[in-house]
C-alpha cells in the first residue's frame, strides 16, 4: 500500500507520463502480492472472491422493476396490442413467400417468379452479374431444397427492414431537429451498440409473442440505432446554398423535408438502409435462438446434430443471401438517376418496372402450368447434405488430418488455454480488477482506468465472477491468437496494391456473414468442442484485424516511408520503426472491434458447450429469467466496454500525437 | 424618393459567432472589423444602411468575403439580422411571421445563388419548375413556363438532364432559370454570370436589362467585373469588411470616391468610359455651339474634345442645354487613365 501512496503523490509533482506508468506499476504489484498470498494459502477466503452472502440480489430487483413495468404500468397491455398489428404483417409476408394459411391467402410465390425479379433488379443496378447473383441466389436456395425455411427468413426480415428503416428515419429526422432528442439518443445508442443482442432476445420474446412477432421486433430494434445515426449524418451534410434555394423558392417546412433535404441526404440515407438489412440479416438468423424457425433454426439444429453436409448448404445459402443484399443494397448506393430525351414513352421510362412486372406474371402462370417452377420438392431438390457429411467425415478420419486437428487441438487445450483459464481463476478478485485498472490506466489514462475500476467492480458484485472470467478468457485466447494470425496476413497483403484491395474485399465479404456462418467450419474441424469455440471466435475476430492492419499500413503518408527508404532502411526496418508505429492508432481501432467481436461471438458459440456467461445466457432464454437476463447481459457489456473505452481513447490520443487525420 | 423605396436597410448588422445578439448588445459602437474578429466573431455585416428604389439596378462590389453575399441574404431574410431593421415594400422583414415570409418570397422574390444550389435529384426541368411546384402551380402550366425559360437560357435540349450531368456554365444558366420562372418583382442576382462565356454572358445582361426596363423590376445584382457593373448599373454600392463603404451612380463613384479605399478599388477602371457628359455639366455658363448629348461618355466625345476649340461645350438632353461641360475637365479625365 505504500506504493501506491507513493505513486500517487509523484502524480502531484512529475510530468504525466512517467507518474501514469509508476502508478500502473503500483497497481501490478499490489495484485502480484495478493496472488501470491492466496498461493501460500495466507489470504482469506473473502478477499479472494466476494462471499456470496455479501453479493446484492440484483437479478430479484431487475425482475421486480420489470414486473411493475410490464403489469403495473400496463406495458404488457400495450406491446400485446402492437403485436396484433406487427403479426398481421408477419402474416402476409409469410402467405406470400412461403404459403402460410393466412390472410391474403395468395402465396406462395413460385420461386421462379421471386428469382426472375431479383434478376430484373440486379440488372436495374449494376447490371448482368448482379442479375446472376440475385437470380442464382435464389435458384440455389430452391434446388437444394431450403426454399420455405429461406422464405421463413426472409419474410421476417421484409418486416423487420422496413420498420427498423421507418423508425430510424424518423427519430433520426427528430434528433437532428431538435438538439435535446439529439441528446437524449445519443447515450442510449451508444449502450444499445455495445449491449449483447442476448440482452435484446428476452425482452422481445417476454414482451410479445414468442415466435415470429419477438424474432421481427429484436430484430428491428437491433437494426434501428445506424439508421438514426446516418440519417442525422446525411441531412447535416446537405450544402447550405441548396437549402436557401429551397427557401428562396417558398418552400414550407414540411416541403423543404420532403423536397429537398430528404432527397439531397440521398446516399447517406441509403447507406444506412445497407446497414439496416445487413443488420437484420445477422439478427434474424440469431433469432434462432428464441425459436424462430427459419434459416438460423436449421443451422442450429443441423450443426447440433453434427450433420456437417447439411450446416455447410446451409451456411452457403445464408452466406449468398448475405451477399446478395449487401452488393444490391450498395449497388444502390452508387447508383445515379439517369435522364431521358424528352418525349421518351411511359414503357421506355419505366422498362425495368415494366420487365420485372412481366417476368413475374409469366412465371406465376408458367408454375400452374409447370410444377416444378412453383415448388421443388422433397424428392426433387439436389441437395447433397448426406454425400458431402460422408466425404467431410472421411476427410477428417484420414490420419494425417486427424493427426493434426488432434495436435492442434492438444496443444491448445493442455498447453496454452486450459493453463491460462486456471491461472485466470486463480486469480483474487480484487487483485484482477487491480490488474485491469492498470492496464486501462497506462493504455487509455485517468478516465478510463477509474471506468474499469468501476465496472469490473460491478462485475464482482454481479455474482457471476468465474463465469465473467471465462468468458474473459475465451475473447483474451482467441484475439491473441487472431492477433499471431491476422496481423502478419494483413502486413503480408500491404505490401501491393493487388493484394491489399483483393484482402479488403474478401474481409468486407466476411464481416457481412452473419456470426453463426463462423462456426461451420470450426465445428468441422473440431468438433462440438471447447476448441472450436476459441477457432470460431479467432476466425470471426481476424477479419477486422487484418483488414484494419492493411488499412494502417496503406495508409501512412508515402513521403514518410520514402525517408525512411533514402535512410537506407531495410524492409524490415522500415516495416518495424516506421510504418507499423504510425499504422498503430488505426490497428488499434481493428484490436478494438475485434474484441467486440469476440464477446459478440462468444455468446453465439456458447451454444456448443462452455462454461461462460453465453451458457448460462441461453439458459435464461428457455425460461423467463428476465432479471437474470439483464445481469448477464450487463456483465458481458461492461467487460466490452470497459476495453472499448480504453482502446479508443488510446488510439484517439496517439493519432493526435502523430498529426494523422481522425 | 421614399416613396418609391423597395427595400430600406437601416443600421443593419449581421454577426457571425457564438452569441451574436449578446455580442452586439455589449459592444462598444466604435468596434472596427479587427476588433470583432479578435474578440472571436465576424461581423458579415457591419451597419450597413442603405435603400434599394423601384425598378432599379443596384450592383454590389467588392474583394472577396467583404460580406456581399451576406448583405443579400439578409436582405431576402435567409440570414437573421443581428441588429438594426429592414423593411420590403414597407414590411418589417424581421417581423414577419413565418408564413408571411413564405408568401412574400413566393410571390414578389427571386434568387440567383453564387454556387447555383441546384437541387441534384431533380432533372434541369424539375428543378425550373421547383418554385412553380411550391406554389401549386398544376404541372401542366408550371411545365409550359419551364420549358418557356429553359430555352431561353438556351438550354433546349437538356430538359431531362441531372444537374451532375452540365457543365458548370449550363448548371449556373438552370440557376437562372429557375428564378426567371417566377419573374419576381424584387430579384437577387449573386454572381449570377460568373461561371458563363463572354458570349452567353452578354446576351444574359440584355435580357436582364431588357426585363428590368420593361418589367419595372428591381434588381440587387453581385459582380467582381467592372465591365459587367459598369454595362448594368444605375448605382453601385462598394462593400469592405462587411461595410457599405459607397453608394452612388457609377460617374461619381469614379469622380469623387467618398473614401481612400474606393478611389484605390475603382484606380483600374477607365474613367472615360463611365463618365457622362451630363454629369460634368454645369448649369450657368452654357457656352455656344452645336450641343452634345449628355448620355455620351468622355470616351464616346474623345474626337471632338480634342479638336474643338471652345472652353466650354453645351450638354443637352433631348435638344434642351442643360449646362456647359469644361473642355479641359474633359480632357483631364479622358488623358488620365489613358
Ligand atoms: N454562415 C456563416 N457562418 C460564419 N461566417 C460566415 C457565414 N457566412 C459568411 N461568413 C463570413 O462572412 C464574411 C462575408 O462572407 P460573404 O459570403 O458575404 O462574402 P462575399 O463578399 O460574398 O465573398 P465572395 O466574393 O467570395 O462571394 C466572410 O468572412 C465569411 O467567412
Ligand atoms: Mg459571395
Given at each position: 500500500m505504500?506504493?501506491?501512496?507513493?505513486?500517487l503523490?509523484?502524480?502531484?509533482t512529475?510530468?504525466?507520463?512517467w507518474t501514469?506508468?509508476k502508478?500502473?506499476?503500483a497497481l501490478v504489484?499490489?495484485?502480484?502480492v495478493l496472488?501470491?498470498?492466496?498461493?501460500?494459502?495466507?489470504l482469506?477466503?473473502a478477499?479472494?472472491?466476494i462471499?456470496e452472502?455479501?453479493?446484492?440480489p440484483?437479478?430479484v430487483?431487475?425482475d421486480?422493476a420489470?414486473?411493475?413495468?410490464?403489469?403495473?404500468l400496463g406495458?404488457l397491455?400495450?406491446?400485446?396490442?402492437?403485436?396484433?398489428?406487427?403479426?398481421?404483417?408477419?402474416?402476409?409476408?409469410?402467405?406470400?413467400?412461403?404459403?402460410?394459411?393466412?390472410w391474403?391467402?395468395?402465396?406462395?410465390?413460385p420461386?421462379?417468379?421471386?428469382?426472375?425479379?431479383?434478376?430484373?433488379?440486379g440488372?436495374?443496378?449494376?447490371?448482368?452479374?448482379?442479375?446472376?447473383?440475385g437470380a442464382g441466389?435464389?435458384?440455389?436456395?430452391?434446388?437444394?431444397?431450403?426454399?420455405t425455411?429461406?422464405?421463413?427468413?426472409?419474410s421476417?426480415?421484409?418486416?423487420?427492414?422496413p420498420l427498423?428503416?421507418?423508425?430510424g428515419l424518423?427519430?433520426?429526422i427528430l434528433?437532428?431537429?431538435h438538439?435535446w432528442?439529439?441528446?437524449?439518443i445519443?447515450?442510449?445508442?451508444?449502450?444499445?451498440?455495445t449491449?449483447?443482442f442476448?440482452?435484446?432476445?428476452?425482452?422481445?420474446v417476454?414482451?410479445f409473442k414468442v415466435?415470429?412477432?419477438?424474432?421481427?421486433?429484436?430484430?428491428?430494434?437491433?437494426a434501428?440505432?445506424p439508421?438514426?445515426?446516418m440519417?442525422?449524418?446525411?441531412l447535416?451534410?446537405?450544402?447550405?446554398?441548396?437549402v436557401?434555394?429551397?427557401n428562396?423558392?417558398?418552400c414550407t417546412k414540411w416541403?423543404?423535408?420532403?423536397?429537398v433535404?430528404?432527397?439531397?441526404a440521398?446516399?447517406?440515407?441509403?447507406v444506412?438502409?445497407?446497414?439496416?438489412?445487413?443488420?437484420?440479416?445477422?439478427?434474424v438468423?440469431?433469432?434462432?435462438?428464441i425459436?424462430m424457425p427459419?434459416?438460423?433454426?436449421k443451422?442450429?439444429?443441423?450443426?447440433?446434430s453434427f450433420?456437417?453436409g447439411?450446416?455447410?448448404?446451409i451456411?452457403v445459402t445464408i452466406v449468398?443471401l448475405?451477399?446478395?443484399?449487401?452488393?444490391?443494397s450498395?449497388?444502390?448506393?452508387?447508383?445515379?438517376?439517369?435522364h431521358?430525351?424528352?418525349d421518351t414513352?411511359?414503357w421506355?421510362?419505366h422498362?425495368?418496372l415494366v420487365?420485372?412486372v412481366?417476368?413475374?406474371?409469366f412465371?406465376?402462370i408458367?408454375?400452374?402450368?409447370v410444377p416444378v417452377?412453383?415448388?421443388?420438392?422433397?424428392?426433387?431438390?439436389f441437395?447433397?447434405?448426406k454425400e458431402i457429411?460422408?466425404?467431410i467425415?472421411?476427410?477428417?478420419?484420414?490420419d494425417?488430418?486427424?493427426n493434426?486437428t488432434q495436435?492442434?487441438?492438444?496443444?491448445?487445450n493442455v498447453w496454452?488455454l486450459n493453463?491460462?483459464?486456471?491461472f485466470?481463476l486463480?486469480?483474487?478478485t480484487p487483485a484482477f480488477?487491480?490488474?485491469v485498472?492498470?492496464f486501462?490506466?497506462?493504455l487509455?489514462?485517468?478516465?478510463?482506468?477509474i471506468?474499469?475500476?468501476i465496472?469490473?467492480?460491478?462485475v464482482?458484485?454481479?455474482?457471476w465472477?468465474?463465469?465473467?472470467?471465462?468468458?474473459?478468457y475465451?475473447?483474451?485466447?482467441?484475439?491473441?491468437?487472431?492477433?499471431?494470425?491476422?496481423?502478419p496476413?494483413?502486413?503480408?497483403?500491404?505490401?501491393?496494391?493487388?493484394w491489399s484491395?483483393?484482402a479488403?474485399l474478401?474481409?468486407d465479404?466476411?464481416?457481412?456473414?452473419?456470426?453463426?456462418?463462423?462456426l461451420?467450419?470450426?465445428i468441422?474441424?473440431?468438433?462440438?468442442?471447447a476448441?472450436?469455440?476459441?477457432?470460431?471466435i479467432?476466425?470471426?475476430?481476424?477479419?477486422p484485424?487484418?483488414r484494419?492492419?492493411?488499412?494502417?499500413?496503406r495508409?501512412?503518408?508515402?513521403?514518410?516511408?520514402?525517408?525512411a527508404?533514402m535512410?537506407?532502411a531495410?524492409?524490415m526496418q522500415?516495416l518495424?520503426?516506421v510504418?507499423?508505429?504510425?499504422?498503430l492508432?488505426?490497428?488499434?481501432?481493428?484490436?478494438?472491434?475485434?474484441?467486440?467481436f469476440?464477446?459478440?461471438?462468444?455468446?453465439?458459440a456458447?451454444?456448443i458447450?462452455?462454461?461462460?456467461?453465453g451458457?448460462?445466457?441461453?439458459?435464461?432464454?428457455?425460461g423467463?429469467?428476465?432479471g437474470?437476463?439483464?445481469?448477464?447481459?450487463i456483465?458481458?457489456s461492461?467487460?466490452?466496454l470497459?476495453?472499448?473505452?480504453?482502446i479508443?481513447?488510446?488510439a484517439?490520443h496517439r493519432?493526435?500525437a502523430?498529426?494523422?487525420?481522425? | 424618393m421614399?416613396?418609391?423605396t423597395?427595400?430600406?436597410?437601416?443600421?443593419?448588422?449581421?454577426?457571425?459567432?457564438?452569441?451574436?445578439?449578446?455580442y452586439?448588445?455589449s459592444?462598444?459602437?466604435?468596434?472596427?472589423?479587427?476588433?470583432?474578429?479578435?474578440?472571436?466573431y465576424?461581423?458579415?455585416?457591419?451597419?450597413?444602411s442603405?435603400?434599394?428604389?423601384r425598378?432599379?439596378?443596384l450592383?454590389?462590389m467588392?474583394?472577396?468575403?467583404?460580406?456581399k453575399?451576406t448583405?443579400?441574404r439578409c436582405?431576402s431574410?435567409l440570414?437573421d439580422?443581428?441588429g438594426?431593421?429592414?423593411?420590403?415594400?414597407?414590411q418589417?422583414?424581421?417581423?414577419?411571421s413565418e408564413?408571411?415570409l413564405?408568401?412574400?418570397?413566393?410571390?414578389k422574390m427571386?434568387?440567383?445563388?453564387?454556387?447555383?444550389?441546384?437541387l441534384?435529384?431533380r432533372?434541369v426541368l424539375?428543378n425550373?419548375?421547383?418554385?412553380l411546384e411550391?406554389?401549386?402551380q398544376?404541372?401542366?402550366?408550371?411545365?409550359?413556363?419551364a420549358?418557356e425559360v429553359?430555352k431561353l437560357?438556351?438550354?433546349?435540349?437538356?430538359?431531362?438532364?441531372?444537374?451532375r450531368?452540365?457543365?458548370?456554365?449550363?448548371?449556373?444558366?438552370?440557376?437562372i432559370?429557375?428564378?426567371?420562372?417566377?419573374e419576381p418583382?424584387?430579384?437577387?442576382?449573386?454572381?449570377?454570370?460568373?461561371?458563363?462565356?463572354?458570349?452567353?454572358?452578354?446576351?444574359?445582361?440584355d435580357?436582364?436589362?431588357?426585363l428590368q426596363g420593361m418589367?419595372?423590376?428591381t434588381?440587387?445584382?453581385?459582380?467582381?467585373?467592372?465591365?459587367?457593373a459598369l454595362?448594368?448599373?444605375?448605382?453601385?454600392?462598394?462593400m469592405?469588411?462587411?461595410?457599405?463603404?459607397q453608394c452612388?451612380?457609377?460617374d461619381?463613384?469614379v469622380l469623387?470616391p467618398?473614401?481612400e479605399?474606393v478611389?484605390?478599388?475603382?484606380?483600374?477602371i477607365?474613367?472615360?468610359?463611365?463618365v457622362?457628359?451630363?454629369v460634368?455639366a454645369?448649369?450657368g455658363?452654357t457656352?455656344d455651339g452645336p450641343?452634345?448629348d449628355a448620355?455620351?461618355t468622355?470616351?464616346d466625345l474623345?474626337?471632338?474634345?480634342v479638336?474643338?476649340e471652345r472652353?466650354v461645350?453645351?450638354?443637352?438632353?433631348?435638344?434642351?442645354v442643360?449646362?456647359?461641360m469644361?473642355?479641359?475637365?474633359?480632357?483631364?479625365?479622358?488623358l488620365?487613365?489613358?
Open positions: 505504500a506504493d501506491v501512496a507513493n505513486g503523490k509523484v502524480t502531484a512529475g510530468p504525466a507520463q501514469r506508468g502508478v500502473a506499476v504489484a499490489v495484485a502480484v496472488t501470491v498470498l492466496r498461493y501460500v494459502g495466507l482469506p477466503d478477499l479472494f472472491r462471499p452472502a455479501m453479493i446484492p440484483a437479478a430487483w431487475l421486480a420489470f414486473n411493475f413495468v410490464k403489469d403495473d406495458l397491455a400495450l406491446t400485446r396490442t402492437l403485436t396484433e398489428g406487427l403479426e398481421w404483417l408477419l402474416d402476409i409476408t409469410a402467405n406470400l413467400m412461403f404459403g402460410k394459411r393466412r391474403p391467402f395468395l402465396g406462395p410465390i420461386w421462379t417468379a421471386v428469382a426472375g425479379v431479383a434478376a430484373v433488379i440488372y436495374y443496378l449494376d447490371g448482368w452479374r448482379m442479375a446472376a447473383l441466389t435464389f435458384i440455389w436456395t430452391a434446388l437444394i431444397g431450403q426454399w425455411i429461406a422464405m421463413e427468413t426472409m421476417v426480415l421484409m418486416v423487420a427492414a427498423a428503416f421507418f423508425i424518423s427519430l433520426g434528433a437532428w431537429k438538439a432528442v439529439n441528446r437524449a445519443k447515450p442510449i445508442l451508444s449502450v444499445l451498440q449491449l449483447p442476448f440482452t435484446y432476445l428476452l425482452p422481445a417476454i414482451f415466435g415470429p412477432t419477438a424474432g421481427a421486433v429484436a430484430t428491428t430494434i437491433y434501428i440505432p439508421m438514426i445515426l440519417t442525422t449524418l446525411g447535416q451534410k446537405v450544402s447550405p446554398e441548396v436557401e434555394a429551397g428562396m423558392s417558398g416541403q423543404l423535408l420532403r423536397h433535404y430528404l432527397p439531397s440521398r446516399t447517406e440515407i441509403l444506412g438502409v445497407n446497414q439496416v438489412i445487413m443488420l437484420c440479416l445477422a439478427m438468423v440469431l433469432t434462432a435462438f425459436g427459419g434459416l438460423g433454426a443451422l442450429l439444429a443441423m450443426m447440433g450433420k456437417l447439411r450446416s455447410f448448404e451456411g449468398l448475405a451477399v446478395m443484399l449487401d452488393r444490391m450498395k449497388a444502390w448506393v452508387v447508383k445515379q438517376p439517369e431521358f430525351e424528352r414513352p411511359w421506355r421510362r422498362w425495368y420487365t420485372g412481366a417476368v413475374f406474371v412465371f406465376c408458367a408454375a400452374q402450368v417452377f412453383a415448388e421443388i420438392g422433397r424428392t426433387q431438390n441437395s447433397q447434405g457429411d460422408t466425404l467425415k472421411a476427410f477428417l478420419a484420414l494425417p488430418v486427424q493434426t495436435m492442434i487441438r492438444y496443444v491448445l496454452i493453463p491460462f483459464r486456471d485466470l486463480s486469480i483474487p480488477i487491480l490488474l485498472t492498470a486501462a490506466l497506462s487509455g489514462g485517468k478516465g478510463p482506468a471506468y474499469a475500476a465496472f469490473f467492480g460491478l464482482a458484485l454481479s455474482g465472477w468465474d463465469r465473467s472470467v471465462i468468458t474473459l475465451s475473447v483474451i485466447s482467441a484475439v491473441t491468437l487472431a492477433i499471431l494470425i491476422g496481423v496476413l494483413g502486413i503480408m497483403a500491404s505490401r501491393s496494391e493487388k484491395r483483393r479488403l474478401a474481409c465479404t466476411a464481416q457481412t456473414f452473419p456470426s453463426f456462418i463462423y461451420i467450419p470450426a468441422m474441424l473440431f468438433g462440438v468442442t476448441t472450436s469455440v476459441v477457432m470460431s479467432l476466425i470471426f475476430a481476424m477479419v484485424l487484418t484494419y492492419t492493411i488499412e494502417g499500413l495508409t501512412v503518408p508515402p513521403e514518410m516511408t520514402e525517408a527508404d535512410a537506407g531495410t524492409r522500415k518495424i520503426s510504418q507499423l508505429p504510425l499504422a492508432p488505426t490497428m488499434a481501432v481493428g484490436f478494438n472491434q475485434a474484441i467486440m469476440a464477446f459478440f461471438m462468444v455468446i453465439v456458447a451454444f458447450g462452455t462454461q461462460d456467461l451458457q448460462e445466457l441461453q439458459r435464461t432464454l428457455a423467463t429469467d428476465l437474470k437476463n439483464f445481469v448477464l447481459g456483465c458481458v461492461l467487460m466490452a470497459t476495453f472499448d473505452l480504453t479508443m481513447k488510446w484517439t493519432k493526435k502523430l498529426g494523422l487525420p481522425d | 421614399t416613396a418609391d423597395v427595400i430600406s436597410c437601416k443600421n443593419a448588422w449581421k454577426i457571425f459567432g457564438a452569441d451574436p445578439k449578446g452586439l448588445g459592444m462598444p459602437a466604435t468596434h472596427s472589423f479587427d476588433d470583432i474578429r479578435a474578440d472571436g465576424i461581423a458579415g455585416v457591419k451597419d450597413v442603405i435603400d434599394v428604389y425598378g432599379e439596378m450592383v454590389i467588392g474583394l472577396s468575403g467583404s460580406g453575399s448583405l443579400v436582405f431574410r440570414h439580422i443581428t438594426g431593421a429592414i423593411t420590403v415594400e414597407g418589417d422583414l424581421m417581423s414577419l408564413k408571411e413564405i408568401e412574400l418570397r413566393r410571390s427571386g434568387m440567383v445563388f453564387q454556387s447555383f444550389g441546384l441534384p435529384h432533372t424539375e425550373v419548375a421547383f418554385p411550391m406554389r401549386g398544376d404541372k401542366h402550366t408550371r411545365r409550359e413556363r420549358l429553359i437560357v438556351d438550354l433546349e435540349g437538356r430538359e431531362e438532364y441531372f444537374p450531368e452540365l457543365s458548370g456554365g449550363q448548371q449556373q444558366r438552370v440557376g432559370a429557375r428564378s426567371l420562372a417566377i418583382d424584387i430579384w437577387f442576382l449573386d454572381e449570377p454570370f460568373s461561371a458563363l462565356d463572354p458570349l452567353i454572358r452578354r446576351e444574359m445582361q435580357e436582364f436589362l431588357r418589367l419595372g423590376k434588381i440587387v445584382f453581385i459582380t467582381h467585373d467592372f465591365d459587367e454595362r448594368l448599373a444605375d448605382r453601385i454600392a462598394i469592405k469588411d462587411g461595410a457599405v463603404e452612388d451612380t457609377p461619381q463613384i469623387n467618398a473614401t479605399y478611389r484605390k478599388f475603382t484606380e483600374v477607365d474613367k472615360a468610359r463611365v457622362h457628359a451630363g460634368l454645369q448649369a455658363s457656352g450641343p452634345v448620355r455620351a468622355v470616351q474623345a474626337r471632338l474634345l479638336h474643338d472652353a461645350i453645351p450638354v443637352a438632353t433631348d435638344g434642351k442643360i449646362g456647359g469644361d473642355r479641359a475637365a474633359a480632357l483631364d479625365i479622358l488620365e487613365t489613358s
